[in-house]
């Protein structure tokens, strides 16, 4: 079982349109959890972070956290052509100094 | 005002080569990385450095060797270089072990 698993997609949404990215992890431990966004060619970027059970807002961007479920999620609001990208998941134990990533879900916004 | 800086961007070599990637970071971070993300885009832990002690190193060959000179500075060093070696390699580097990353523009490697 993949510690990080995401769905590769790709995952298409019409402009202005809501897109949600979802993500699972295997370890129970895990405490600190990460979305970055990958354009093609370029370096990840860290868009959010979440460390407690809820939701978290940043402009058109929410994560949203249920540990007892093991899922984290993505939600982009009013999403872009600029918003197509791949992102990737990655999770933190406390007790670990490793960032373990999921395999990333490309991200297509339709103009 | 670059924050975490590699060279060189693009590094073509042939097998059996040695090449070295740099990496400084001027955001007063303790926490250096190196990653791998391979064809298939998949980003790997490499290793860690904090405050330059050695905290992470997976299961990489021993061609691979990290030397962190000083808290800003995490360089990797690849002995004898192979056809799968070829990836993107990225730096990171993080206020502390457990904080977000910020990482590096990246180093496309190619292999011939």
């Known amino acids: 079982q993949k510690e990080v698993e995401q769905n590769s997609g790709p995952l298409s949404v019409p402009e202005g349109a809501i897109a949600s990215l979802n993500c699972t992890y295997s370890d129970r431990g895990s405490q600190s959890f990460f979305w970055y966004r990958q354009y093609s060619g370029k370096s990840p970027e860290l868009i959010m972070s979440i460390y407690s059970n809820g939701d978290k807002e940043d402009g058109r961007f929410t994560a949203q956290l249920n540990k007892a479920s093991q899922y984290v999620s993505l939600l982009i609001r009013d999403s872009q052509p600029s918003d197509s990208a791949t992102y990737l998941c990655a999770v933190k134990m406390d007790s670990s100094y490793k960032l373990i990533f999921g395999s990333g879900t490309r991200l297509l916004v339709r103009p | 005002d670059t924050a975490v800086s590699q060279t060189p961007k693009y590094l073509v070599t042939q097998m059996g080569n040695d090449k070295s990637i740099k990496c400084e970071q001027n955001?007063?971070?303790?926490?250096m990385y190196w990653y791998k993300q391979d064809s298939k885009k998949f980003l790997k832990i490499m290793f860690s450095y904090n405050n330059k002690e050695l905290i992470i190193n997976e299961t990489v060959p021993n061609r691979f060797s990290p030397k962190s000179p000083d808290k800003a500075h995490l360089n990797l060093h690849i002995n004898s270089l192979e056809l799968g070696d070829s990836a993107v390699y990225f730096c990171?580097?993080?206020?502390?072990?457990?904080?977000?990353?910020?990482f590096g523009p990246g180093t496309r490697l190619t292999v011939l």
């Open positions: 955001l007063g971070h303790d926490t």
């Open positions: 990171a580097s993080a206020r502390e072990s457990y904080n977000e990353q910020f």
